[in-house]
C-alpha cells in the first residue's frame, strides 16, 4: 500500500469544486495537482485506466448516464486500474505528503469505486443551488430550465445513495462554503483528521446573485427539501453530511461546524 491517501472532489460543473479544491489544497500536508495541461487540473484527463472524453463527462448530462455512475464489483473495479491510475497521477503530485486532493466534477458518480480501489480515499463533495448551475452552465448547454433542475435532483438522487456505502465522505454546499469560508475550512480539516490554524483569509465571492431565480413546480420544490434549496434560488438551514469511520471524528466535525453530535 502507498503511504498517501486521496482525497477525491466532486461536484456537478460549476458547483464550486474549483475553490473548495484550493480551499483543501492550502491545508497543511496536502498536495494537489500542479502544472498539468488539462481544463482545471482535473484528474480525470491525466489518467488512461476509465476512459474520459468531452463525451463523458458533458455538463448537464453525465449526472444521469449510468455508463458514468462507477460502483464496487464493476468493469474497472480491478487491482490493475488502481496501478495504472496511481502511475499515472504520480507525477503531477509533490512527492513526500500524505493526502493528495483530486478534482473532477465525474468524481460525484464514482465514490464506490474509487473508495474500492483506494479503500482508505476520503470524499469532499459539493451541492450548489440548481438555478445557480443551471445559469452558470447555460453558456455551455443548451438545457431548460425544469430539464436542468431535473437533471440536478436525478444526479443527487444517485450520490444520496450512494453515500449510504461509503465510510469516509462530506457533503457541503456551496452558499455556506462562501457564507461563511473559515468555518468549512476548519470542518474539512478536522475530516481530514488535520490541525489548521485559524486565518483571516478574504472572503469568497457569492455568485449565486448573478443569475435570476424562478418559481419551480411543486415536484421539484419537495424534491430539494433534503438539500435545503426552494423556488426564487431561496436556501433553507442545512446539515452537512459527515461520514467517517471514527466517531471521534466525525462528531469534532459537527463541533466545529457548531452542530449537535
Given at each position: 500500500?502507498n503511504s498517501?491517501?486521496?482525497?477525491?472532489?466532486?461536484?456537478?460543473?460549476?458547483?464550486?469544486?474549483?475553490?473548495?479544491?484550493?480551499m483543501?489544497?492550502?491545508?497543511?500536508?496536502?498536495?494537489?495537482?500542479?502544472?498539468?495541461?488539462?481544463?482545471?487540473r482535473?484528474g480525470?484527463?491525466?489518467?488512461?485506466?476509465?476512459?474520459?472524453?468531452?463525451?463523458h463527462?458533458?455538463?448537464?448530462?453525465?449526472?444521469?448516464?449510468?455508463a458514468?455512475h462507477h460502483?464496487?464489483?464493476?468493469?474497472?473495479?480491478?487491482?490493475?486500474?488502481?496501478?495504472?491510475?496511481?502511475?499515472?497521477?504520480?507525477?503531477?503530485?509533490?512527492p513526500g505528503?500524505?493526502?493528495?486532493?483530486e478534482?473532477?466534477p465525474?468524481?460525484?458518480l464514482?465514490?464506490?469505486?474509487?473508495q474500492?480501489?483506494?479503500?482508505?480515499?476520503?470524499?469532499?463533495?459539493?451541492?450548489?443551488?440548481?438555478?445557480?448551475v443551471?445559469g452558470?452552465?447555460?453558456?455551455?448547454?443548451?438545457?431548460?430550465?425544469d430539464?436542468?433542475?431535473?437533471?440536478?435532483?436525478?444526479?443527487?438522487?444517485?450520490?444520496?445513495?450512494?453515500?449510504?456505502?461509503?465510510h469516509?465522505?462530506?457533503?457541503?454546499?456551496?452558499?455556506?462554503?462562501?457564507?461563511?469560508?473559515?468555518?468549512?475550512?476548519?470542518?474539512?480539516a478536522?475530516?481530514?483528521?488535520?490541525?489548521?490554524?485559524?486565518?483571516?483569509?478574504?472572503?469568497?465571492?457569492?455568485?449565486?446573485?448573478?443569475?435570476?431565480?424562478?418559481?419551480?413546480?411543486?415536484?421539484?420544490?419537495?424534491?430539494?427539501?433534503?438539500?435545503g434549496?426552494?423556488?426564487?434560488?431561496?436556501?433553507?438551514?442545512?446539515?452537512?453530511?459527515?461520514?467517517h469511520?471514527?466517531?471521534?471524528?466525525?462528531m469534532?466535525?459537527?463541533?466545529?461546524?457548531?452542530?449537535?453530535?
Open positions: 500500500m498517501h491517501r486521496y482525497v477525491f472532489v466532486g461536484g456537478l460543473h460549476r458547483s464550486g469544486t474549483s475553490p473548495l479544491t484550493r483543501i489544497e492550502d491545508l497543511p500536508g496536502i498536495a494537489g495537482i500542479t502544472d498539468a495541461p488539462v481544463p482545471e482535473e480525470v484527463y491525466l489518467q488512461g485506466a476509465i476512459p474520459h472524453t468531452a463525451r463527462g458533458m455538463p448537464m448530462h453525465f449526472g444521469t448516464d449510468p458514468q460502483v464496487e464489483g464493476s468493469t474497472y473495479d480491478t487491482l490493475a486500474v488502481r496501478q495504472r491510475m496511481e502511475e499515472d497521477w504520480s507525477r503531477w503530485f509533490q505528503t500524505y493526502w493528495r486532493v478534482k473532477s465525474v468524481n460525484l464514482r465514490t464506490r469505486l474509487y474500492q480501489l483506494f479503500p482508505l480515499a476520503h470524499f469532499v463533495l459539493i451541492v450548489r443551488h440548481p438555478q445557480a443551471h452558470a452552465v447555460s453558456k455551455w448547454v443548451d438545457l431548460g430550465q430539464a436542468s433542475v431535473d437533471h440536478w435532483i436525478a444526479a443527487h438522487e444517485v450520490v444520496a445513495e450512494d453515500i449510504e456505502h461509503l469516509h465522505v462530506m457533503v457541503l454546499r456551496y452558499e455556506d462554503l462562501v457564507a461563511e469560508p473559515e468555518r468549512y475550512r476548519r470542518a474539512v478536522a475530516f481530514l483528521q488535520i490541525d489548521a490554524p485559524a486565518l483571516d483569509d478574504p472572503p469568497l465571492a457569492d455568485r449565486n446573485g448573478t443569475y435570476p431565480g424562478w418559481r419551480m413546480p411543486k415536484h421539484q420544490e419537495q424534491a430539494l427539501e433534503r438539500w434549496y426552494d423556488s426564487e434560488m431561496r436556501v433553507k438551514p442545512f446539515r452537512p453530511v459527515v461520514r469511520a471514527l466517531n471521534s471524528v466525525r469534532h466535525v459537527h463541533r466545529v461546524l457548531g452542530f449537535d453530535a
